[in-house]
C-alpha cells in the first residue's frame, strides 16, 4: 500500500509524528511510521514565503556563505559570514528555540498554532536571538567595557559555533554579540526554517530615543551645543529582511519585512 501526503501551504512547521491507524470491526491497529520536519516552502506559490524567482531563493535560501558589510560611511568593511544553515544539529537548535521562547511557555497552545505564519515566526525568532531581555535568548549584546573575559564580537566569522555554544550551555545567552552579530545569526535560524532572508547594513543610522520621528540636538544662544538629548546618530548598523506576503496590511506591502534582533529599549 503506497501513501501520498499533501500538506497545506499554510501548515504549522515543526516536528510532527505519523502514525498509522487500521480499524477493523471492533479493534484499533496502531503504527508508528516515523518523524517528519515541516518547514516553509519558498518553492511552494501557496507559501507566505513563497518567492518566483529561483536565482533569489538560491541566494537567500540555500546560500550558506554571505558577507557583512560593517565600519563607516567613509570607510565600508566587508566581513565574510558562513551561515551554515544547513549544517549538523543547526535545525534541531532552530526547532528548540521556539520551544524555548516566552511565547510558547506562556500558552503552548497558542504559540504552535501561529507556527504557519511567517509574520509570527519570525517576531519570536528576532526575540529569542537576543538574551537581553531574559528569555534564554541566543546572544548577549554588549558595547562598552572590557570583553576579556569573553568572546570579543568582532571575533565572530559564523553563526553555527554560536548556535552550538548556545545549545552546549543549556541554552545560556552567548557572551557577546552586536548589530551585525545577532543579523548573521538571525539569518541563520530564519533560512533554516525555509524563510528567504538577507541582511541590510545602514551607514549614519538615526537612534531616535524619544520616538518623536526626528533627531534632536540643542544649541545654547552662543551655538554652543547642549549635552541635553539623547538622540544620536550610529556609523552603521545592521538588521534582517524576511520575504513575505502580508495580508493583513495589503498587497501593496507583500515582499521584504524588516526584521531586528539587536535589543535596544523596549518598543511599548
Excluded at 509524528?17 to 501557496?46: A, D, E, M
Excluded at 552546549?168 to 526554517?193: E, H, I, S
Excluded at 544620536?232 to 548598523?237: G, N
Amino acid at each position: 500500500m503506497n501513501f501520498t501526503i499533501s500538506s497545506p501551504a499554510n501548515a504549522v512547521i515543526g516536528r510532527y509524528n505519523l502514525i498509522l491507524q487500521v480499524t477493523s470491526g471492533n479493534k484499533i491497529f496502531s503504527r508508528f511510521l516515523g518523524q517528519f520536519v515541516l518547514l516553509f516552502n519558498p518553492w511552494c506559490p501557496g507559501d507566505d514565503v513563497y518567492m518566483a524567482n529561483e536565482n533569489e531563493r538560491q541566494e537567500y535560501v540555500l546560500n550558506e556563505n554571505g558577507i557583512i558589510f560593517v565600519g563607516n560611511a567613509k570607510y565600508i568593511e566587508a566581513r565574510g559570514w558562513y551561515y551554515g544553515q544547513f549544517q549538523d544539529h543547526i535545525l534541531n537548535i532552530c526547532l528548540t528555540m521556539l520551544d524555548l521562547s516566552l511565547y510558547y511557555r506562556q500558552d503552548p497552545a497558542i504559540d504552535v498554532s501561529r507556527r504557519g505564519d511567517p509574520k509570527y515566526v519570525g517576531r519570536v525568532i528576532s526575540s529569542m536571538i537576543n538574551g537581553n531581555d531574559n528569555d534564554n535568548g541566543v546572544l548577549l549584546g554588549k558595547w562598552q567595557g572590557s570583553f576579556s573575559s569573553h568572546e570579543n564580537p568582532s571575533r565572530w566569522d559564523g553563526s553555527m559555533v554560536i548556535l552550538q555554544k548556545w545549545r552546549q550551555d543549556n541554552y545560556k545567552p552567548v557572551q557577546y554579540g552586536q548589530c551585525w552579530v545577532f543579523a548573521g545569526v538571525m539569518c541563520t535560524v530564519l533560512r533554516c526554517l525555509g524563510i528567504p532572508t538577507r541582511l541590510v547594513s545602514n551607514f549614519n543610522s538615526a537612534h531616535d530615543v524619544d520616538r518623536n520621528l526626528s533627531i534632536d540636538k540643542y544649541y545654547d544662544s552662543s551655538g554652543k551645543s547642549l549635552n541635553i538629548g539623547k538622540d544620536s546618530t550610529w556609523d552603521y548598523h545592521v538588521w534582517n529582511e524576511s520575504w513575505f506576503v502580508r495580508p493583513d496590511l495589503g498587497t501593496s506591502y507583500n515582499g521584504w519585512q524588516v526584521l531586528d534582533a539587536t535589543p535596544q529599549e523596549q518598543s511599548r
